[in-house]
């Protein structure tokens, strides 16, 4: 079993599109995180929720819009898609604030 | 940015141990230091954190010198599937600040 899902693995998409993706995690974990990862590797966070509340929103273009429909799904909704956005995105979870990140398999977003 | 300094790339001999270093020198009283790798193509993993005092786990042990200004984390028994970049991240446990991943290391396991 998956502890941490994100949907779909790999997304391909032209310019100036609005794409979605999705996260679970059957955890039962109350905070969920959203990570970037670039071109050279690094790995950045972008957002993080805690029991469907927004704790961490890092400097994040405003196309860029998480929602929580409940504890178990952060789901990370990216209009207008910009070269840019050419990443892998992470989905990641913790029991609470404090412990241990789990983390999905990642997102490869390609912009054409 | 991240507040801790690690060699680019280590190499290691399947089966011997693998000792990974990092530096924190500006670590404040209620920072932990965490370990996370990430093997190729996955997503980062948990490995230890501790605050002071030694830690071990089923996959590492994580040593702190006593001034808190340096770490190890060593892999009894490497194998060639410990192949990662190996991330130190030095994080209060108030939770309200979030994991700042550096350049890490990376780390080859060698048959």
């Known amino acids: 079993d998956t502890a941490v899902s994100q949907t779909p693995k790999y997304l391909v998409t032209q310019m100036g599109n609005d794409k979605s993706i999705k996260c679970e995690q059957n955890l039962g974990h109350d905070t969920m995180y959203w990570y970037k990862q670039d071109s050279k590797k690094f790995l950045k966070i972008m957002f993080s929720y805690n029991n469907k509340e927004l704790i961490i929103n890092e400097t994040v273009p405003n196309r860029f819009s998480p929602k929580s429909p409940d504890k178990a799904h952060l789901n990370l909704h990216i209009n207008s898609l910009e070269l840019g956005d050419s990443a892998v995105y992470f989905c990641?979870?913790?029991?609470?604030?404090?412990?241990?990140?789990?983390f999905g398999d990642g997102t490869r977003l390609s912009i054409l | 940015d991240a507040k801790t300094t690690q060699p680019t790339s280590m190499d290691c001999a399947e089966g011997r141990a693998a000792n990974l270093p990092c530096n924190h020198s500006?670590?404040?009283?209620?920072?932990?230091v965490y370990w996370y790798r990430q093997i190729h193509s996955q997503g980062p993993q948990y490995i230890i954190h501790?605050?002071?005092n030694n830690e071990t786990n089923e996959m590492a042990s994580l040593i702190i010198t006593e001034d808190r200004k340096s770490s190890t984390l060593i892999l009894p028994h490497a194998t060639l599937r410990d192949t990662a970049v190996y991330y130190c991240?030095?994080?209060?446990?108030?939770?309200?600040?979030?994991?700042?991943f550096g350049k890490g290391t990376r780390l080859s396991v060698i048959a």
């Open positions: 991240i030095v994080r209060e446990f108030s939770g309200n600040t979030p994991l700042v």
């Open positions: 990641a979870s913790s029991r609470d604030r404090e412990q241990p990140q789990h």
């Open positions: 501790g605050l002071k």
């Open positions: 500006t670590i404040s009283g209620n920072e932990y």
